[in-house]
């Protein structure tokens, strides 16, 4: 794995020009924080997209996500879990009722003991507990590092993904985790969050889309995305977090 050598790599899929560099201190920044952490009901589809590379106490390397949506009325919970040493993926979508208030607060809850939740403790510490039969017990202290300070995806958090500038999206890139999952110790972790809201529809010849992230031991957190589509790539961004400062290509071309 990645994490023998400092480096933490996390991997989704989902079926279905020029380069500009620009410093992020130095473009208008459209989007509120704390604010704009919370649900926006006014568009059709929004997720807030935990991706996690956790390595337990027994030494297995597993990668967890978590992801809380509402889509045209209707919230799930995605619970996902990839063991590297099996090779094996379990991924489930369960619908019940999700809320999502200030600070990044959020609480999903489906029938059975289905449920998860995330509470702000202070500025920079949440707890995450709950259960999923993917993942099975959660019980996670996470450190998002800068949480008013996200990554911004388009370096103003607009890109466009279905049609032009469509969808608002950032990224909280740096995120420390401890405690136990499915009763096991946590050693060597970490995480990354997105949050996206849009109203925009996939047309007929779109397959998906990649995302990608790594953490490397120097302190840099990296990520892409692209959109699938009968024809090839289209509307590839990324963004990137070191101790010089954020940068993050602009146009959908990179």
Known sequence: TGQENGIVIGLFSSNGGSNLLVSLDKKTVRLNFPKDHNAHQSFQAEW???NFLIQTENKENSGYIL??????????LLSSKYNYEKNGFKETPHLGNL???????INFQSEGNINVKLKKI????YKLTGYTPEIGNISLDLIINKVDSPLLWGCDGLISVFSVDDTNYYS???IDISGTIDKKKVTLTKGWMDHQWFSSTPPSDWKGHYWFNLHTNNGEHIAFVTQ???SGQKNTYWIQRSLNGDKCSENGKA
């Open 228 to 230: 699938i589509y009968d």
């Open 122 to 125: 202070t500025n920079q510490s």
């Open 48 to 50: 807030w997209y935990f």
């Open 172 to 174: 909280l890139p740096d």
């Open 67 to 76: 992801s809380f949506s509402r889509i045209n009325g209707r919230y799930a």
């Open 99 to 105: 809320t999502v208030n200030s600070g990044l607060n």
